[in-house]
């Protein structure tokens, strides 16, 4: 497929992620029940990228995420000239989704990005639970190279590929449940800077933090991953046209 179509179906499918995970916080922000953003945002959050991987995997790479695309370049099984242009796209799908989120959200009376925090990623004060910054660091950077690794293996067989999208989208809804109390969740560049963007402030402040974190936890799963194959003698080379399942 043409990079002008894999860029779109990047582009959509990191606006429907964002949109369908963030949409548990942002609308029931009114509704008193902790509960559901506990267990409802990781289900959420899971069962959108499966969605999304089940729809895509065979039309474009299907990685709706920076730190993923950063963790198969370094392991080389996606060209380096395609890497900018999909951040781009996975960016500009995410700001898309927040957008909508936006919109519909602010359809109900008293409605406020400030109280609701729109799924916000946060440390310190902005944590869920107050954790500090150095864990916020350390539990985004461990989550995403868990994630992308996972992403890796699983696209690396032609038996594995065939539940690569269960397997992703189970692994992504439990590091959600792991990662929500310390800082919303991020495990995605794009998936931060979509909110971000629209809350401003402090948010925009501390966004530093959830590319850097998951931009290292993807470059190191790249290098893992990278090793243990050339280990194998099982190097792949880099494709025109690689894919979440290459």
């Not at 029940?33 to 945002?41: A, E, F, I, P, R």
Request: hydrophobic share 50%.
């Amino acid at each position: 497929m043409k990079l002008g179509r894999r860029l779109l179906v990047e582009c959509v499918g990191t606006g429907w992620l964002v949109f369908a995970g963030c949409a548990g916080a942002a609308l029931n922000a009114g509704i008193p029940v902790q509960g559901w953003n506990l267990l409802g945002t990781p289900v959420a959050f899971g069962l959108a990228l499966l969605a999304a991987n089940l729809v895509a995997a065979r039309a474009a790479s299907a990685h709706f995420n920076p730190a993923v695309t950063i963790g198969y370049t370094v392991a080389r099984r996606f060209p380096v000239r395609d890497v900018a242009p999909y951040l781009a796209a996975q960016t500009a799908g995410a700001i898309l989704g927040a957008a909508l989120l936006v919109w519909i959200a602010s359809g109900r009376p008293g409605f406020s990005l400030s109280i609701s925090e729109f799924g916000v990623n946060g440390y310190d004060a902005h944590s869920p639970s107050d954790y500090s910054l150095s864990s916020a660091f350390v539990i985004e950077l461990a989550m995403t190279l868990a994630f992308v690794t996972t992403h890796l293996v699983m696209s690396g067989t032609p038996d594995r590929r065939r539940v690569a999208a269960i397997a992703t989208g189970a692994c992504f809804a439990t590091i959600y449940l792991i990662t929500m109390p310390v800082t919303n969740g991020a495990i995605n560049p794009a998936r931060s800077t979509g909110p971000a963007l629209f809350v401003g402030g402090w948010a925009l402040d501390q966004l530093w933090l959830f590319w850097a974190a998951p931009m290292l936890g993807g470059i190191g799963a790249g290098l893992c991953h990278a090793a243990l194959a050339a280990r194998a003698g099982r190097v792949r080379p880099v494709t025109a046209e690689p894919g979440g399942s290459a």
